[in-house]
């Protein structure tokens, strides 16, 4: 699929508010400019708000591509079957805070995606259920000082099949 979506190119904080669910089934989905370049656009600060759940089954999705703080809540489930789902890609610290649960199947959930050092720190919190069957949780593809942490704090875990939990210094 060649769908795509850009939040913003510009600059100035930017709040999304998606009352339902946010799927994406392929194509690219950008907020906070793309990840084309590293310079001559105008990064800058995120706070996303979605009601439902995220469900990605395919295509490619960044929370943040670019430099700035993101904040995203999700009001649902994290739902992952196939494609890659990205909280943060260049620079700036990012929450993803999860009211529900967290279901991978399949795809890729990099917490910081892109293949340079950064410091900031990133973590995703998940206050329902975690369970990992297949697919790919990386923490980072890059190195550097960067702590970035994964909460669960629902009452179970589990970590099936083909699953794996990485990071790129392993």
């Known amino acids: 699929a060649n769908a795509y979506f850009l939040s ?51 295509g490619e999705s960044f929370l943040s591509a670019r430099d700035g703080i993101a904040i995203v809540t999700v009001g649902g489930d994290v739902i992952i079957s196939g494609g890659i789902l990205n909280l943060k890609w260049l620079t700036g610290v990012a929450t993803l805070a999860i009211s529900g649960g967290y279901t991978q199947t399949g795809g890729t959930f990099n917490i910081h995606s892109r293949s340079a050092s950064i410091s900031d720190t990133c973590k995703v919190v998940v206050n329902g259920d975690f369970t990992q069957s297949a697919g790919t949780f990386n923490f980072d593809n890059g190195t550097g000082p960067a702590e970035h942490t994964l909460t669960l704090n629902g009452a179970n875990h589990t970590l099936d099949g083909t699953a794996v939990i990485t990071h790129a210094n392993n």
């Open 8 to 58: 913003s190119k510009a600059g100035g904080d930017e709040t999304v508010t998606i009352d339902g669910n946010f799927s994406v089934s392929g194509g690219k989905v950008f907020f906070v400019c793309d990840n084309t370049s590293t310079s001559g656009v105008d990064a800058h600060n995120i706070t996303t708000s979605i009601g439902g759940n995220i469900d990605i089954s395919g």
